[in-house]
């Protein structure tokens, strides 16, 4: 059984500090990571994707992957009031992507102005 | 270009009738997925294609379930003699597989409501 776990939060960050999320997965063959924002109503929009161990930045967020302890973790830099959603994490267990992102239920994420 | 769509956006149905909901991937992409999210639940993975076949039908719900792809584009998941626990909202998402990322796009959504 495929599993990713996240803790739902809410998390309260103030505005213009890092936020921090993480999450761990279970299945060791998983090869590929993805943090997804949903905003309430919305569709999950993908935010970064991570697939070797080490970091990954692109402007204010940062992906770290470690496959040794089956974490994943995502840092908001600078955080703004839109960055207040829900964040998903998802893995991937398959390299030719044959199969579906397994997800978490998803932290919410409240940045206070 | 435009992204993945998916029609309706929003579909009430009675108990027992039949519902289609449509995806349109973006233009290009011959991978398609489709998710499922119940309110205040994750997502579940539902059926994924590659092409017009669906190597696998395992994370469909029940018989009453069913999908299908035609001109490696538009996809349609039917849902059979819908009941309440059917409502959610189901999500589609494509990717390219030229690119060596497997990165996945989502559209929209079709709300479904079972009443």
């Known amino acids: 059984q495929k599993e990713v776990e996240q803790n739902s939060g809410p998390l309260s960050v103030p505005e213009g500090a890092i936020a921090s999320l993480n999450c761990t997965y279970s299945?060791?063959?998983?090869?590929?990571f993805f943090w997804y924002r949903q905003y309430s109503g919305k569709s999950p929009e993908l935010i970064m994707s991570i697939y070797s161990n080490g970091d990954k930045e692109d402007g204010r967020f940062t992906a770290q992957l470690n496959k040794a302890s089956q974490y994943v973790s995502l840092l908001i830099r600078d955080s703004q009031p839109s960055d207040s959603a829900t964040y998903l994490c998802?893995?991937?267990?398959?390299?030719?992507?044959?199969?579906?992102?397994?997800f978490g239920k998803g932290t919410h994420l409240i940045i206070q102005p | 270009g435009a992204g993945v769509s998916q029609s309706p956006s929003n579909k009430v149905t009675e108990k027992g009738k039949d519902v289609e909901l449509r995806c349109d991937p973006i233009?290009?992409?011959?991978?398609l997925y489709w998710y499922r999210q119940r309110l205040g639940q994750g997502l579940e993975f539902l059926i994924y294609?590659?092409?017009?076949?669906?190597?696998?039908k395992s994370g469909l719900p029940s018989d009453r379930f069913s999908a299908e792809r035609t001109g490696e584009s538009v996809s349609t998941l039917t849902i059979q003699r819908t009941q309440q626990e059917d409502s959610a909202v189901y999500l589609c998402?494509?990717?390219?597989?030229?690119?060596?990322?497997?990165?996945?796009?989502f559209g929209p959504g079709t709300r479904l409501t079972v009443l």
């Open positions: 299945d060791r063959g998983s090869q590929s």
């Open positions: 233009s290009g992409h011959t991978a």
């Open positions: 998802a893995s991937m267990y398959s390299g030719g992507g044959a199969d579906g992102l397994t």
């Open positions: 294609f590659q092409g017009n076949s669906a190597p696998d």
């Open positions: 998402a494509s990717r390219s597989t030229v690119s060596s990322y497997n990165e996945q796009f």
